[in-house]
């Protein structure tokens, strides 16, 4: 018999991020707003207008998606070529945001095709990628030591010293050690 307050064993379950509570309410919102402007949009015109903006947003999308693919191939190829890394100077780094805006032409719906044709437009993928680069930069600054953050930055180190350190690996066979059950590999 307990006395006195009652005590969970269970500990507290962590806060729900805002990003996860709101992000299925915005896409429910988004999927019905989609419909709804389709059925507006085929009262307007026809339910073949509505289809011939579906086909030509995918089209579209697909070519776009295409070049930007072919586009950092090439761009990898010659950096090879140079014998360093990818650099995005050449394109302003809007590879990534151009495959975004053709998958986002490609997704059936009206506001997804604005948003990827405005993902097209080079002003607005530069200030994208800009204040992209910069939340990143801050998350990663404001990381603690041991989180997934200070791995990121600790890959993105640019250029290592390429130190070496030469050792070799020594094997404890002491009685108490484990064994290993799997024969060696030589023969």
Do not use: C
């Amino acid at each position: 018999m307990t006395t006195g307050a009652s005590t969970s064993s269970y500990p507290a379950r962590p806060r729900r991020s805002r990003l996860r509570t709101f992000l299925p309410l915005g896409v429910a919102a988004w999927l019905v707003l989609e419909i709804w402007l389709l059925t507006v949009v085929a009262g307007a015109g026809s339910g073949f207008t509505v289809f011939l903006l579906l086909v030509a947003g995918f089209v579209l999308g697909s070519v776009v998606i295409k070049r930007a693919g072919r586009r950092a191939f090439q761009n990898l190829n010659e950096a090879l070529q140079r014998g360093g890394a990818p650099s995005d100077s050449s394109n302003g780094g809007g590879n990534g945001l151009m495959m975004l805006g053709g998958l986002l032409l490609m997704i059936p719906g009206l506001i997804s095709d604005v948003v990827g044709l405005l993902l097209l437009v080079p002003p607005v993928q530069k200030a994208l990628s800009r204040y992209a680069e910069r939340t990143v930069e801050r998350k990663l600054r404001a990381a603690a030591p041991g989180t997934l953050g200070d791995a990121f930055q600790q890959a993105r180190m640019r250029q290592p010293d390429g130190k070496v350190v030469q050792g070799e690996v020594i094997r404890d066979e002491s009685g108490d050690a484990h064994q290993d059950p799997r024969p060696p590999l030589t023969r």
